[in-house]
């Protein structure tokens, strides 16, 4: 089954920086819109950044001017850029991509299993 791999999170500064990477774990068709989401304490997941596949971006109002998404269609990789981190960014970030697994195969949305980012003040 194709799942999404993320990687880059960790613990960083405030003011620091990180780069997420997110991948499919196998070859997948019709990839569509790419993104990040997070989620602190609590049920809810915001959305942080979103890429479609013509290169349209749209972002968090939290993390504008700050963070960068990025996609390379070749590798189908989803990628990160955080600058100026802050406290408030603290979170698990999740990779969101929209794909068909195989070639006959309507396109659905899929999730990474997440991966944790610290800012320390």
């Known amino acids: 089954q194709v799942h999404l791999v993320e990687s880059g999170g960790g613990l960083v500064q405030s003011g620091g920086s990180l780069r997420l990477s997110c991948g499919a774990s196998?070859?997948?068709?019709?990839?569509?819109?790419m993104g990040w989401f997070r989620q602190a304490e609590g049920p809810e997941r915001q959305l942080v950044a979103q890429?479609?596949?013509?290169?349209?971006?749209n972002y968090g109002d939290s993390v504008k001017g700050r963070f960068t998404i990025s996609r390379d269609e070749a590798k189908r990789m989803v990628f990160l850029q955080m600058d100026n981190l802050k406290p408030d960014d603290t979170a698990v970030y999740y990779c969101n991509a929209n794909f068909s697994p195989a070639k006959l195969d309507g396109q659905s949305d899929y999730w990474g299993q997440g991966t944790r980012v610290t800012v320390s003040s």
């Open positions: 196998e070859v997948v068709f019709n990839l569509g819109t």
């Open positions: 890429i479609s596949r013509t290169g349209n971006t």
